[in-house]
């Protein structure tokens, strides 16, 4: 099943969504305006806040609500990637130039805290101080677990658990975020909560494993920045690690971390490619997708539950 | 008065609110808690918490909800100095060395962003949406307004107006930030809230021309930074605008902005010491220091209540 599809119950909402980002630009200072226009402009696929709004369709679903959590959920991963991108000094993303690499580091450092802002703005418009709160310990986990990454780059010496505590922190959280508060929000009975906390961290470990593959097998056309980024960045990721089990003697990422030399980047991918890697990686991200639907059935058959199930088998079809 | 006998009725509580700032060092991991450690070493003369607990000494004083806010206007803050000081590239805060310079700016850039999400939590426990949704709304105002600063920096064309604006985002919102949420905080009537917000704007405002006529009277050793930091930043400060105003022909704040000539920057301190210009800042100053209190009057008379008069009086006399 496409996007498309997948989001038909809250396809109108998501609308709603992407209007009130982009409003955000509505402000009165001429440059500040048009940064904030071209941050909104490209919003990715809309996958956090439609994690935001699908549970909340099960129970009361109440847009005064769900709406500024959806805002809000979109708008602390826009902030987080435009300093992501200003600690990676990447030039591209979405297929656009980052804000760093046009305005500089200084301007997206206070763009992302202009947007954290904004996003927290959002959330105080729930009402709600439980995902008020679970909003902020969110972005601690986040922050940490790049902390955690950055500090980690190029070190060899790093678990499978490292690796997905790692991006348990980066992309998991989040998504955990969305799905939890849109079941708090709708008022949701305990139970489904947890259901809905449990569908976000499996879905988000899914989805970001799917991530660290298409850094290899993808092409920078359908990425909208270049291939190899992690390794270029000295980020261990699954499909890496897994070569570097394989062939314990003669590794380019090992070459690769110790001395630099980045011709090892596309050794390594081939490697990848030539191996069963991606499809053992695949199967991983499936496991994590069927352990994320394994209590949907507790929650009513809607289209929307369908939805959800849809979105896992979508996450682990993506580049297949 | 001194700042310890002015925080008398809150000192306990000001300790506990140190108490908890140092505890948010307590984390797993061990790089993180040493530099979360640091962080909170120096926490400055704690005007933010004090500015919160004082307004609600009046009223309901209920630390449940007090103690959280004042945590977080401090971490705010704290937060927003990590991320100015690795855009600045400055050396030392507080007579210690910055995270940019020990850490690098990545590492400033994440372990600001984790404070903002720590000063979140804190505002979180409050469970008073209009305080969080103002917390949210300061940190927009304080990032927009150092995107402003940012972005005029260097620019002979600044009006007053500007001067006034910039200094209310960057300092006094914050201030006022703390007022307004200790007197909501504690049940005041709203009557009390708006004059605990004229208070915070312009005591700000004071305090912040205050720290900028000290760039130009201080010592390094006094004020735990090199002296001319504003100037040398491209940032026009109060003195700096006199300055221009009554030696418009020949001046070395414009020679320092068109050329870029550091030298210009001890000729433009000789300057400014040996005429009447830090007496008429402190005279501005002094203004706004007493708009702060021409309403607190309308307020119980309470020792806090002169706590906050003798505040704004310790204000414009530091460094005279």
């Given at each position: 099943?496409?996007?498309?599809?997948?989001?038909?119950?809250?396809?109108?909402?998501?609308?709603?969504?992407?209007?009130a980002?982009?409003?955000?630009?509505?402000?009165?200072?001429?440059?500040l305006?048009?940064?904030?226009?071209?941050v909104v402009?490209?919003?990715?696929?809309?996958?956090?806040?439609?994690?935001?709004?699908?549970?909340?369709?099960?129970?009361?679903?109440?847009?005064?609500?769900l709406?500024?959590?959806?805002?809000?959920?979109?708008l602390?991963?826009?902030?987080?990637?435009?300093?992501?991108?200003a600690?990676?000094?990447?030039?591209?993303r979405?297929?656009?130039?980052?804000?760093?690499?046009?305005?500089?580091?200084?301007?997206?450092?206070?763009?992302?805290?202009?947007?954290?802002?904004?996003?927290?703005?959002?959330?105080?418009?729930?009402?709600?101080?439980?995902?008020?709160?679970?909003?902020?310990?969110?972005?601690?986990?986040?922050?940490?677990?790049?902390?955690?990454?950055f500090?980690?780059?190029?070190?060899?010496?790093?678990?499978?658990?490292?690796?997905?505590?790692?991006?348990?922190?980066?992309?998991a959280?989040?998504?955990?975020l969305?799905?939890?508060?849109?079941?708090?929000?709708?008022?949701?009975?305990?139970?489904?909560?947890?259901?809905?906390?449990?569908?976000?961290?499996?879905?988000?470990?899914?989805?970001?494993?799917?991530?660290?593959?298409?850094?290899?097998?993808?092409?920078?056309?359908a990425?909208?920045?270049?291939?190899?980024s992690?390794?270029?960045?000295?980020?261990?990721?699954?499909?890496?690690?897994?070569?570097?089990?394989?062939?314990?003697?003669?590794?380019?990422?090992?070459?690769?971390?110790?001395?630099?030399?980045?011709?090892?980047?596309?050794?390594?991918?081939?490697?990848?490619?030539?191996?069963?890697?991606?499809?053992?990686?695949?199967?991983?991200?499936?496991?994590?997708?069927?352990?994320?639907?394994?209590?949907?059935?507790?929650?009513?058959?809607?289209?929307s539950?369908?939805?959800?199930?849809?979105?896992?088998?979508?996450?682990?079809?993506?580049?297949?």
């Open positions: 099943m496409e996007l498309e599809q997948i989001y038909v119950p809250v396809q109108d909402d998501l609308n709603r969504v992407g209007d980002l982009k409003s955000i630009s509505h402000v009165d200072f001429a440059w305006a048009e940064q904030l226009s071209y402009k490209e919003t990715g696929k809309g996958i956090r806040p439609a994690l935001t709004l699908l549970p909340g369709k099960s129970y009361e679903y109440d847009l005064t609500y709406l500024p959590m959806a805002v809000s959920v979109e602390m991963h826009t902030a987080t990637l435009v300093h992501d991108d600690i990676d000094k990447a030039l591209t979405r297929g656009q130039a980052t804000i760093n690499s046009i305005w500089g580091d200084e301007i997206a450092i206070l763009m992302g805290d202009y947007l954290f802002a904004k996003a927290g703005e959002s959330v105080a418009d729930t009402r709600t101080p439980r995902v008020i709160k679970l909003f902020s310990q969110t972005l601690a986990t986040i922050s940490s677990g790049e902390i955690g990454q500090r980690g780059a190029f070190n060899l010496e790093q678990s499978r658990e490292n690796y997905y505590r790692r991006i348990y922190s980066k992309t959280s989040l998504f955990s969305a799905t939890q508060s849109g079941a708090i929000l709708s008022r949701s009975p305990e139970e489904v909560v947890t259901v809905m906390k449990e569908y976000g961290d499996n879905l988000g470990i899914a989805f970001q494993i799917v991530d660290d593959i298409l850094d290899f097998t993808s092409t920078e056309e990425m909208g920045k270049p291939v190899g992690d390794l270029t960045q000295g980020t261990l990721t699954l499909p890496a690690m897994l070569l570097m089990e394989r062939y314990p003697d003669d590794n380019p990422v090992v070459r690769l971390f110790e001395t630099g030399d980045k011709s090892n980047i596309a050794r390594a991918i081939e490697m990848v490619l030539d191996s069963t890697i991606i499809g053992d990686c695949y199967k991983i991200a499936s496991e994590y997708c069927s352990q994320a639907c394994q209590n949907l059935n507790l929650i009513p058959d809607t289209p539950r369908e939805s959800l199930y849809a979105l896992a088998d979508y996450v682990i079809k993506q580049g297949t």
